[in-house]
């Protein structure tokens, strides 16, 4: 079998790259090395925890905020196999329909582990041990990543898991430790936390999800600690151990105290890391960094002519999004385009309630940069649509050019930022200035006010509502 183009991982990259590979033209395979395509995002990831954050909090309205909106109902009880078992199907349709534009765009689909034989020729082991050998003349690289895993941490599957076993408990946990105040942990966290698990975060920096604007991590911060979160910041993980039911887990202070944690359940949730276990890397010399991401050029060409490299595998925020940018990219390089990606207009977000959305620069950022720049801000509590919904926490915050106005970054934690943040995405694609989206109108009640107020205040504090 003769492939213009092959591509190794189905993940939203993966198999992104490969649809439009075959919408140009290009005679395309897909290798997947497990039964379902998808990836990560998928099955482990994105689509599985989204599901469940939707129905903890489902539960947690029906049993904190329904009264309040005069809906009287018997105390609700949390029916966790039925909450797993939604989740299940919304991962088997969302996985059926990628089989179905695997079909409709006629690309090849093969089973099993890929593995590079030469620069041209990739051998394919299915589960049972037999193999075939594909011919391609370009190749691309998605094969995703995989949580990071301390050595002192006995990572059992049991009662020290990480995200992928978070997403099928076999009860409610009354209470869990989780280490790694990141996005992941934070999302998986929510879910347990509203169903009443006691959370306890131990996190090695001085705040929560440490990659975005600090005053994010404040601000979700004090909404997680609403439903009885508690967090131990500057705390170094030594071990952890299982005893009986119970996990036990020592971390070292900044004083340099050791301080012991117990709870039914430890999460491991400190990142993940590029994962390219039986690719045959060496076998072709392509060359991979010290933290094991392949190597890529402008063009995400590897050392290695004719083969590419997209997502978490190589250099970059591990955002599935990006990896599908990234597969366009490619794809429309091997067919002679002359594609494009702004990474600092790629937007980050964090599924808890509130969300956490954010694009460009935190204000961290400009600081180091010595960048002028002007800040507005406006909070939910004085927006007419979330008291109507209840949704009072959190803000929007506007970073501009001190001399242009030109929008810098934009930071929200609240309800639905999730989908705001597009609005903030697409004025930064267009060099917007923090004025022309204060003179947009914006329909009266919506949370996009938000954004309006806050640029507004980034335009000489002409914030209207506060």
């Known amino acids: 079998m003769k492939y213009d183009v092959t591509v190794i991982g189905s993940g939203p990259g993966g198999y992104v790259a490969a649809i439009r590979a075959a919408q140009l033209g290009l005679k395309t395979a897909l290798i997947e090395k497990y039964s379902t395509l998808g990836g990560t995002c998928l099955n482990v990831g994105c689509i599985p925890s989204k599901a469940l954050l939707d129905s903890s909090e489902h539960f947690h309205n029906a049993l904190h905020n329904f009264k309040e909106h005069g809906i009287d109902i018997p105390t609700p009880q949390v029916n966790l196999p039925q909450m797993i078992k939604r989740k299940s199907e919304v991962v088997s349709q969302t996985v059926a329909g990628i089989n179905f534009l695997m079909k409709k765009n006629k690309i090849d689909v093969h089973q099993g582990v890929g593995s590079f034989v030469t620069a041209n020729q990739i051998k394919i082991t299915a589960a049972d041990g037999t193999s075939t050998t594909i011919e391609t003349d370009k190749t691309i690289i998605a094969t995703g990543s995989k949580p990071i895993i301390l050595p ?27 280490i790694g105040g990141g996005v992941i942990g934070m999302e998986l966290g929510s879910v347990y936390g509203r169903l009443g698990t006691k959370i306890t975060v131990v996190e090695f ?23 009885g979160f508690s967090f131990h910041f500057k705390h170094k993980v030594l071990d952890a151990k299982v005893e009986g039911e119970e996990v036990v887990v020592r971390a070292e202070n900044e004083k340099g105290e050791i301080v012991e944690l117990r709870a039914d359940y430890c999460l491991l949730s400190i990142g993940r890391k590029p994962y390219t276990a039986g690719l045959g890397l060496e076998n072709i010399g392509i060359k991979t960094d010290n933290k094991g991401r392949v190597e890529v050029n402008d063009h995400l060409e590897t050392n290695v002519k004719g083969i590419y490299a997209i997502g978490d595998v190589i250099k970059g925020a591990m955002l599935a999004h990006k990896a599908e940018e990234e597969g366009v990219f490619v794809a429309e390089t091997i067919a002679g385009q002359k594609p494009h990606i702004n990474y600092l207009l790629i937007p980050g977000v964090v599924y808890t309630w509130p969300e956490v959305a954010a694009v460009g620069y935190t204000e961290e950022e400009l600081k ?6 002007k800040v507005g801000s406006f909070p939910f509590k004085a927006s007419g649509r979330a008291r109507a919904s209840m949704d009072l926490d959190g803000l929007v915050k506007v970073l501009a050019d001190a001399k242009t106005d030109e929008i810098l970054g934009v930071h929200m934690i609240g309800p639905r930022t999730a989908d705001m943040i597009a609005e903030a995405v697409v004025a930064m694609e267009f060099r917007a200035s923090a004025e022309d989206i204060a003179r947009m109108s914006h329909a009266h009640p919506t949370f996009t006010e938000s954004f309006k107020e806050a640029c507004l205040a980034a335009t000489q504090n002409r914030a209207l509502h506060i």
């Open 152 to 178: 002192t941490v006995p990572y059992d599957k049991k009662r020290i898991i990480t995200s992928t076993e978070a997403l099928n408990m076999p009860e409610v946990p009354k209470s869990m430790i989780i």
């Open 205 to 227: 920096l001085d705040g929560l999800i440490p990659t975005m604007d600090k005053t994010m991590g404040k601000e979700l911060q004090k909404v997680l600690a609403k439903i």
């Open 368 to 373: 180091a940069s010595g960048k002028a720049y």
